[in-house]
């Protein structure tokens, strides 16, 4: 079992090192292994590399001071998170960011814990799939993304649409279990997004109409637009015509390969975000999270 050094035994060791006398020594008066005394001078010596036995003292009660075992959070930030997760239905990992803006470190998976150890089960319902898990398996199947005609290769976009200058935009959908669609357009460098439902579902000449109606307004500052391979965005040329302007360069759609979808981090970040705070049958959206989203109204 491990114990932790007294007030008298490390005056005895701060004695033995101003007599000189050897560490291991010093360990076998103090009974205590040579290693023990090796560490504790150089855990609490001064910055000039003195050791005092008070400000030794002093070191060690403060690495302990409040903390319950190893490293426990007070309780007083526990029902903090615990009002988060219940009256904002805020997941562990916007809880986790917030706290570190804050200047408070807690990684998400603390939280989970946290939740996990909840016998009550009040903090699981207000987490997203309230805790229930499963793991879907999904069968493989060629993509549609072989349908899409004229498409121009992600990886042909400027090296200048690296999300910093305004004016490059990401297009995805929010679709739910019954067909019924949002979609969201997101400015990369201020993370802006523009949101409306889709009333006739994921068909593409719709689809690009609306993205047209949404981004009209900033077309002179519309440079490029990045999406996925889904088959509302097969009329991406129908979008390049109506917000290209004459005498300038046109608006292009960028779409990734078939094999290798998933590029719009940013846009399916703030899709799931918006996704989970959201239900699927408004029409319009407001919200509630300065700095982070701007929304359209339909």
């Given amino acids: ?3 932790q050094l007294t007030s008298e035994q490390r005056y005895a060791i701060y004695l033995g090192i101003k007599r ?3 560490k291991r020594k010093i360990a076998r008066a103090i009974e205590v292994h040579p290693s023990t005394v090796l560490r504790e001078i150089r855990r609490n010596s001064n910055a000039n ?3 005092v036995w008070r400000n030794a003292q002093q070191k060690s009660e403060s690495r302990k001071h409040g903390l319950k075992g190893n490293h426990r959070k007070p309780q007083e930030l526990w029902w903090r998170i615990d009002q988060m997760i219940i009256e904002n239905d805020w997941s562990p990992g916007q809880i ?7 200047g408070v470190h807690i990684v998400k998976q603390t939280i989970y814990n946290h939740v ?3 016998t009550t089960g009040k903090l699981a319902k207000h987490l997203p799939h309230e805790l229930r898990y499963t793991k879907r398996i999904k069968a493989l199947r060629p993509t549609k993304a ?6 121009t290769s992600i990886h042909e976009r400027p090296v200048e649409a690296d999300g910093k200058r305004f004016g490059d935009w990401e297009m995805d959908t929010i679709v739910d279990s019954f067909g019924h669609a949002i979609l969201t357009l997101t400015e990369r460098s201020t993370n802006f997004i523009l949101m409306e439902k889709l009333k006739q579902g994921r068909k593409a000449v719709p689809t690009a109409k609306t ?3 949404l981004l009209f307004p900033y077309r002179e500052r519309v440079l490029t637009i990045t999406t996925d391979n889904g088959c509302e965005f097969a009329a991406h040329l129908e979008i390049t015509r109506l917000l290209s302007i004459k005498g300038r360069s046109k608006v ?18 703030l899709t799931n975000l918006s996704g989970n705070t959201y239900p699927k049958s408004q029409t319009s959206m407001t919200s509630p999270i300065p700095r982070l989203c701007g929304f359209k109204r339909s």
């Fill in 49 to 51: 590399g003195a050791y």
């Fill in 1 to 3: 079992m491990y114990n």
């Fill in 252 to 269: 292009t759609v960028f779409l990734p390969i078939p094999t290798a979808p998933g590029r719009k981090v940013l846009s399916k970040m």
């Fill in 116 to 118: 996990h150890a909840d």
């Fill in 146 to 151: 072989t349908n899409i005609a004229n498409r």
């Fill in 211 to 213: 993205v047209a109606r």
């Fill in 96 to 102: 986790a960011g917030v706290l570190r803006k804050e």
């Fill in 20 to 22: 000189k006398i050897p």
